[in-house]
């Protein structure tokens, strides 16, 4: 079964422009969240979108927004870009959205945005 | 304010012994948590998790203590190998506020020495 494939893999924009990063969640899984790591720093919680509603979101401005698709997968999309927002945004599915025992969060490998 | 802290950036360990690995939390309403392993250039690998009605996980090489009280786990990795040698990040959330998602550690990079 194929995991968490997320699109594209590395890309560089301009200040103020616009980028829309992809993913596909690993079938079967309902539940998408996004995450932005930074150099340094620990994922931080970005969105988390369950049966296509947007069902949490974290402490990240309007510029950023994200939608899921009849299929599952998602698009994040991030507006006036800033040179902070250079970082590894991560996807990640689960099968519900609430952790319990047993379940857990599986991660793509990223998309590697450079803001210049 | 971080809610999830680990505390050492890094830690070295000589192949075949122990590693341990800390991490601790601030938030008393945290009631499962994770352990994920990153590689650079590659997304966090799911290694382990424990719930909050549990204080001790165990899977292979790798345990999980939990000490509520303490508000306070520990990941324990025996023998260490050389492919242990990665970032590992500690990861906490609350099964009735799913919807904030996971609050990571800034993680530990543990490097094995031969």
């Known amino acids: 079964d194929a995991g968490v494939t997320q699109s594209p893999t590395h890309l560089i924009k301009t200040r103020g422009q616009q980028v829309t990063l992809r993913c596909s969640p690993i079938?079967?899984?309902?539940?998408v969240s996004w995450y932005q790591q930074v150099l340094g720093q620990g994922p931080q919680f970005i969105f988390q979108?369950?049966?296509?509603?947007?069902?949490g979101r974290g402490n990240f401005p309007d510029r950023f927004s994200a939608r899921q698709f009849p299929n599952y997968s998602s698009e994040l999309n991030v507006n006036a870009l800033l040179l902070g927002d250079s970082a590894l945004y991560l996807c990640a599915s689960s099968l519900p959205p609430l952790l319990a025992s047993g379940n857990t969060i599986y991660f793509g490998e990223g998309s590697w945005l450079t803001v210049v | 304010d971080q809610q999830v802290k680990q505390n050492s950036p890094s830690l070295s360990v000589q192949e075949g012994r122990i590693s341990i690995l800390n991490c601790d939390y601030t938030n008393s309403m945290f009631d499962y948590f994770l352990w994920y392993k990153k590689y650079p250039a590659e997304g966090p690998t799911f290694l382990i998790s424990?719930?909050?009605?549990?204080d001790k996980n165990e899977d292979g090489r790798f345990t999980v203590f939990l000490n509520k009280s303490a508000k306070h786990l520990s990941l324990h990795i025996v023998p260490s190998q050389p492919g242990d040698s990665a970032v590992y990040f500690c990861a906490a959330s609350y099964s009735g506020g799913g919807a904030d998602g996971l609050t990571f550690g800034k993680g530990t990079h543990l490097i094995i020495q031969p």
């Open positions: 979108y369950y049966e296509k509603e947007e069902r």
């Open positions: 079938s079967g899984h309902k539940s």
């Open positions: 424990i719930s909050s009605i549990k």
